[in-house]
């Protein structure tokens, strides 16, 4: 497709939100079009499926029946959304994608992964990310974080799961970069909001060839 697909992956509280923003607007003062969205959600139906599974209402039908109800929600979402913007040469980001349905899947210790295979391929029919920036940080760091946002808030289905599983996710991320480095670039979310936006500005220039040296000069 004419446009340029990148995702965001992480665990909670990576900074995977602020740092989507932060990229799409470097990438607007330069002159891009940028469609900017999230998974699970981006339609009004794969919306609806977030709310199921965050809830926790999905959870009884266990991990493999949540990554089934995350395609059903994804093939709507690129249907809807991501294909047709990337048609039309938009430079396309997204706050998690596939790569966080296999980890949440799989650090459930339920799910087949060749069962996981076989529905990723179909349900992305060829639309996998140009790039992937994985922002890294330590499941404990992540988990207070992810505390501290929500304030008074009930966690939601996955943010509640023990520090041991969001270890797990963590792993499994790192996994998917050392696996897929042509498309994968781990960006460390520890230090200064400033500095991880210029990391990431630096990837997308170096894998996708885009100069923006006009929009890091303008980052706020």
Known sequence: MAGQFITFEGGDGSGKTTQVRRLADALARSGIEVVTTREPGGTPGADAVRHVVLSGAARALGATMEAVLF??????HLALVIRPALARGATVICDRFHDSTRVYQVAASESDERFLDRLEDATLDGAFPDLTIILDVPAEIGFERARARRQDAVADRFEADELSVHESRRA???????AEPERCVVIDGRGDEDEIAADILAAVEDRLGLSLADASEAMP
């Open 172 to 178: 499994l991320f790192l996994s998917i970069a050392n």
């Open 71 to 76: 395609a059903a929600a994804r093939a709507d």
